[in-house]
Every structure is written in structure tokens, then in C-alpha cells.
């Protein structure tokens, strides 16, 4: 199976955690998730590629308690 022209891919995820926020006080209230969604638009670019376009959202949360 290949990605091509007119072919519409969604991908969901959930993060298993972040360092960016670290310390006594941090506490991690949401997990880090995505989704992400691509659609085919020129096939045969240098006559094996596929052109897509696409958007992605992602959203963490932390929350500092002291």
C-alpha cells in the first residue's frame, strides 16, 4: 500500500510524557496528543513522490502546585 493522489491520512497520538517541565512542583495534568490529517495532491513528483498538504494540532498541559 502507497500514498497517492487523492488518498486521505489521519494519524492520532498520545505522548508518554515531556521533560520540558520538571521539578517538585510540576505536575503533569494532561498528556501530550495529537492529531495530524494529509491529503494527496500531484502524483509522480520525480516520479516516485507524492505532494500532500495537511494541518496537525497538539495540546499539553502542565499545572504548577505549590
Not at 18 to 41: C, D, H, N
Request: net charge positive; charged share 20%.
Amino acid at each position: 500500500m502507497h500514498f497517492a493522489k487523492g488518498d486521505k491520512v489521519v494519524n492520532l497520538g498520545i505522548g508518554l510524557g515531556s521533560r520540558l517541565y520538571t521539578g517538585s512542583y510540576y505536575k503533569s495534568s494532561i498528556p501530550p496528543v495529537s492529531i495530524s490529517f494529509e491529503k494527496g495532491i500531484v502524483d509522480n513528483v520525480l516520479e516516485k513522490g507524492v505532494i500532500g498538504v495537511g494541518g496537525y494540532l497538539g495540546y499539553s498541559a502542565y499545572k504548577w502546585d505549590y
